[in-house]
């Protein structure tokens, strides 16, 4: 489709156009001119799909712009990667939002989590039958376990699962003086050293129990409010 | 690292490491020694005991950071989800032979804290941003057509898209304005202020750009998306 007044218009214009840089003669022409138009459209289409498709493409990963900025990179990377900040306005909001992420709490200075809650390491109070860490070794009447932490304290036994190949693992919490042991609820994290956990809730009687557990070495948390004890390498075998 | 921490049996190590974190939380004189002996048994050593032991040293940690984090929400998922991923990431990323790069348990943790951006900042890259503002709609009345780009995008990879835009640029202006227009999606005007020394002005940035666009809808690699 032709121009309906030729040579008024450059291409440039139109793309000017689409960024809302052009001057107002160029939009008061492409309202009358079908053919500017449709030109205008095809270029807005093109670099619409080509910014879709690569938007970002040529940008570090977070966690590359992360060891730049804690200096973790070889120089020529360093480099390239401060190069890209000068460009990428986006980078550039990433690494601030980094900062202000690691400033928030220095770690491991300031008041986490952690420091709100309890925690307690149970000691195992029954010795293991073989291995300072055989917490639960499958030997025929000595798989149950007996820990302390606090005022509290847990049993672990284990026993067959539904399912085959796997283990169950029944847990006991009891206070020494008989109080309750959660007021409102609790719950116990087995944690897989491949970082997998699990999540059993903790009953009023203080029970507790994972039905289909592969064998391994596991830790243990009970979380009972802000109280959290802690068992580590509890070994589970057949 | 004192020979007599290497020969120290783990659950010695798990509860002094604790111990140790509670008086550095308390702001009491603390031994980081405890620590890194259970992170290099665990990174070092590949012992599963202690990968245990840390994780759940540090877990309710790396979960706090998840919770403070301003892209936790965006990311979707649960806390917990991105608690796994950041130590997931800290294992593979940290692995044996860089161990020795962090001087500290500080430096450690620092880089734990890393990984849990990390993962979450993947995530909301991941997204897919807002649909362009057609500017063109507005002020001309004219309506862009129906779009099958999310069909063609589908069906190519972006990364062998970058690579035949490349190969159709013939200068360091191109290539300027095919990563600063294209990958970066700024204005030429942005691009000119950024390197007033590779253009002579705004409309010299347009009219490479405009260069461009032309070759990359004619060339047969890419015609059928950039068309
Ligand atoms: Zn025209
Ligand atoms: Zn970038």
């Known amino acids: 489709m032709d121009c309906i007044q030729p040579g008024t218009i450059a291409p440039e214009d139109l793309l000017a156009f689409l960024d809302g840089e052009a001057p107002p003669a160029v939009g008061e022409h492409l309202r009358r001119c079908p053919g500017c138009a449709a030109r205008a459209r095809a270029y807005a289409r093109s670099q619409d799909r080509l910014r879709a498709a690569l938007r970002r493409i040529d940008c570090p990963s977070p966690l590359v712009l992360g060891e730049y900025e804690l200096r973790l990179l070889a120089p020529e990377e360093g480099r390239r990667i401060a190069a890209h900040l000068g ?4 980078c550039a909001a990433e690494i601030g939002q980094l900062r202000g992420f690691l400033a928030a709490e220095p770690a491991p200075t300031a008041p986490g989590p952690v420091e709100r809650v309890r925690r307690l390491v149970a000691t ?34 284990t026993g067959p699962s539904a399912r085959r190949g796997r283990l169950s693992l029944d847990g006991l919490l009891w206070r020494e003086g008989g109080g309750a042991v959660t007021a409102d609820g609790g719950s116990a994290i087995l944690s897989a050293a491949g970082g997998a956990t699990e999540t059993a809730e903790i009953d009023d009687l203080g029970n507790f129990a994972f039905d289909e557990v592969a064998p391994g070495t596991y830790g243990l948390e009970v979380a009972l409010g802000d ?6 390498g509890v070994v589970l075998a057949r | 690292m004192g020979a007599g921490f290497g020969q120290m049996a783990l659950a010695e190590i798990v509860g002094g490491c604790r111990e140790e974190t509670g008086k ?11 620590c890194l002996e259970l992170l290099r048994r665990a990174i070092v050593e590949g012992d599963q005991a202690a990968w245990g032991a840390a994780f759940a040293q540090y877990r309710g940690l790396v979960l706090g950071w998840i919770r403070l984090h301003p892209a936790a929400s965006a990311a979707g998922e649960d806390d917990e989800y991105w608690t796994n991923r950041a130590f997931d990431r800290f294992w593979s990323a940290v692995g044996p032979e860089r161990f020795a790069a962090f001087p500290s348990l500080a430096a450690l943790l620092r880089y734990l804290k890393l990984c849990a951006h990390s993962v979450l ?4 890259r991941a997204r897919p941003p807002a649909p362009p503002e057609a500017l063109l709609d507005r002020e001309a009345g004219i309506g862009a057509a129906p779009d099958a780009a999310a069909e063609v995008l589908d069906r190519l990879d972006a990364q062998d898209l970058w690579r035949a835009v490349n190969a ?9 304005v095919a990563r600063l227009c294209l990958a970066l999606d700024l204005k030429p005007r942005e691009v000119y202020e950024r390197h007033p020394e590779r253009f002579a002005s705004v409309a010299d940035v347009y009219r490479v750009k405009r260069n461009l666009l032309d070759r990359l809808r004619r060339s047969p690699a890419l015609r059928a998306f950039s068309g």
């Open chain 1, 87 to 90: 460009d990428c306005p986006r």
């Open chain 1, 124 to 157: 195992l109070v029954a010795a293991p039958p073989r291995g300072a860490y055989a917490g639960l070794r499958g030997a025929d009447d000595d798989d149950t376990r007996t820990y302390r932490a606090g005022d509290l304290t847990l049993s672990l036994s």
């Open chain 1, 227 to 232: 109280e959290h004890i802690v068992v580590e």
């Open chain 2, 24 to 34: 550095f939380l308390r702001r009491e004189p603390s031994d980081d020694r405890f």
């Open chain 2, 121 to 124: 900042l993947d995530a909301v």
């Open chain 2, 168 to 176: 159709e640029l013939r200068d360091e202006a191109e290539r300027t």
